[in-house]
């Protein structure tokens, strides 16, 4: 790749980092407005497919599925279903900042994961990343327990569910265009979002009921599947463009944007025991990578 080519894959995987937060803010707004966290998953899934429908017809990328393909966009949608419901459940009631710094322990669990599933080689150094990395989580989860109850967990729920939505990514990635693969999880996610809402409105279960927005809260509920829309977007040709390992480190800026949009429209600044469990996180994240471009390294050197 050229030097061009990654600059423009950085500025792209920063400008994901500016817009994301703003689906966060999005559902924060609806949520705090009595919107319940099912209907603003749903209305994720419902815009996204609308906005990325032209896309896909001018980008002439076909609407084929085989029953494989079928059966695996089915499964990511299902974990980003999960994903964003446990995360709206969380900012529901907790600042953003420190829902996502708990969502940020998501690339530990994937490297477990992949180990597991996939059997990546996965050295002591790094599972004792993990460690250390989980251990900055519970500092950021003890006082959110604390002040806001069990709540608190719903951010490590979208961390599980994000690694699974990954590692479902990672297995179709190779033969279908991203493009594709947004349009195709957005519709199953959409479709698989009514059932439930039926359910959960007919037996008044709160979180999936369906109640009629408010003006304002047209306009975040549009807001969520837009900036979802969008931001990923922007990540989908940041990768296309510069290497995974280049980008990695620049996601962790994402933090420092979900800070400044909380404390500036919610009043939320997270306590010095949420700060010295961010910064655990964000080094042995970035210890990680350290260690996977040093494997990388010795791949490419070995005969």
């Known amino acids: ?178 493009v594709a693969m947004q349009f195709h999880t957005a519709w199953t996610g959409f479709l698989m979002c009514l059932p439930i809402l039926a359910i959960g409105s007919g037996f008044g279960i709160g979180p999936l009921g369906v109640v009629w927005p408010s003006p304002v809260n047209w306009l975040w509920l549009f807001g969520v599947g837009f900036w979802a829309a969008v931001s990923h977007m922007s990540m989908t040709y940041a990768l296309k463009y510069s290497p995974s390992a280049t980008l990695a480190p620049l996601h962790y800026s994402e933090i420092v944007v979900a800070v400044a949009l909380g404390y500036l429209i919610f009043g939320d600044f997270p306590n010095r025991m949420t700060w010295a469990g961010i910064a655990i996180i964000v080094a042995s994240g970035l210890y990680m990578i350290h260690r996977e471009r040093l494997s990388a390294r010795l791949r490419l050197q070995a005969p």
């Open 1 to 178: 790749m050229t030097r061009d080519t990654t600059l423009r894959g950085i500025m792209l995987m920063f400008l994901f980092c500016l817009l994301a937060p703003l689906l966060d803010v999005s559902a924060k707004l609806a949520a705090e407005n009595g919107v319940p966290a099912g209907q603003i998953t749903a209305a994720r899934f419902f815009v996204q497919w609308g906005l990325m429908l032209p896309v896909l017809w001018l980008m002439g990328l076909s609407l084929a599925l085989t029953s494989r393909a079928l059966g695996f966009i089915c499964l990511r949608a299902l974990f980003l279903l999960l994903s964003t419901f446990s995360f709206v459940s969380g900012i529901a009631v907790m600042p953003i900042a420190d829902a996502l710094a708990i969502v940020f322990v998501e690339p530990f669990i994937l490297l477990l994961l992949g180990s597991m599933i996939f059997g990546d080689s996965v050295g002591p150094r790094r599972i004792a990343a993990c460690a250390v990395g989980f251990g900055g989580a519970l500092l950021v989860i003890q006082p959110s327990l604390a002040a806001f109850g069990l709540v608190a967990l719903w951010p490590l729920g979208t961390a599980v569910f994000f690694a699974f939505y990954m590692l479902s990514t990672r297995a179709i990635s190779a033969y279908m265009h991203p």
